[in-house]
């Protein structure tokens, strides 16, 4: 089955970029997206078809897809975007998720 | 603004079917053309899909739960359900509704914590 790769956890001082991968095979033929979730909340796409923004999304979420790695990054990253971070694509009619990154900003 | 709603018992014995709805507002499932999702996610752990349904029935599932799964649409009651039987601990977490479109899924309800405990 398919597998999505992403690291654990990811630290970023405020106001720096952090940057979020996710690795699978040829993944960059696929389309990738991207979610948040806070404690005690449901997930909210922040990136979908690679790199395009929901409304409401800031600016300073931004995607790009290639290769084996999807990334995700925070420009200027704030204390509100403390969260974990999901992956996910779509491969052999059935979705699947990234183990998930934690983004702590100091 | 489409929200949905997940509702069902939120304890069930072992070895016995895991039901659950979710109700959609604001949108019309049987005119979308986007599919419906359901999602899991035990305590402490990461996100896994389970499997969508199309307003025609058409459905996808996930190869790991597909022997166990059943999703259904009613859009006469503008509901989409998820059964899965034979559960085990292992399938206690929180599940999530949530639309799927563009490959991607959005919105998501707020979810609802489901124990499989005797």
């Known amino acids: 089955s398919y597998e999505l790769t992403q690291p654990p956890s990811v630290s970023v001082s405020p106001g720096q970029t952090a940057s979020i991968t996710c690795s699978g095979d040829k993944l960059g033929d696929k389309y990738a997206c991207w979610y948040q979730q806070k404690p005690g909340q449901s997930p909210v796409v922040v990136i979908y078809q690679d790199k395009k923004r929901p409304s409401g999304i800031p600016e300073r979420f931004s995607g790009f897809n290639s290769g084996n790695t999807a990334t995700l990054t925070i420009s200027g990253t704030q204390a509100m975007d403390e969260a974990d971070y999901y992956c996910q694509t779509w491969d052999s009619s059935s979705y699947v998720f990234g183990t998930g990154t934690k983004v702590t900003v100091l | 603004q489409v929200q949905l709603q997940e509702s069902g018992p939120g304890l069930v014995k072992p070895s016995q079917t895991l039901s659950l709805t979710c109700s959609v507002s604001?949108?019309?499932?049987?005119?979308?053309?986007?599919?419906w999702s359901w999602i899991r996610q035990p305590a402490g752990k990461g996100l896994e899909w389970i499997g969508r349904?199309?307003?025609?029935?058409?459905?996808n599932y996930n190869p790991s739960l597909k022997s166990r799964v059943t999703i259904s649409v009613d859009t006469s009651k503008n509901q989409f359900s998820l059964k899965l039987n034979s559960v085990t601990a292992a399938d206690t977490a929180v599940y999530y509704c949530?639309?799927?479109?563009?490959?991607?899924?959005?919105?998501w309800g707020q979810g609802i914590l489901v124990t499989v405990s005797s």
């Open positions: 949530a639309r799927d479109y563009s490959g991607t899924q959005d919105p």
């Open positions: 604001g949108d019309s499932i049987s005119s979308s053309s986007d599919y």
């Open positions: 349904v199309y307003p025609s029935g058409s459905t």
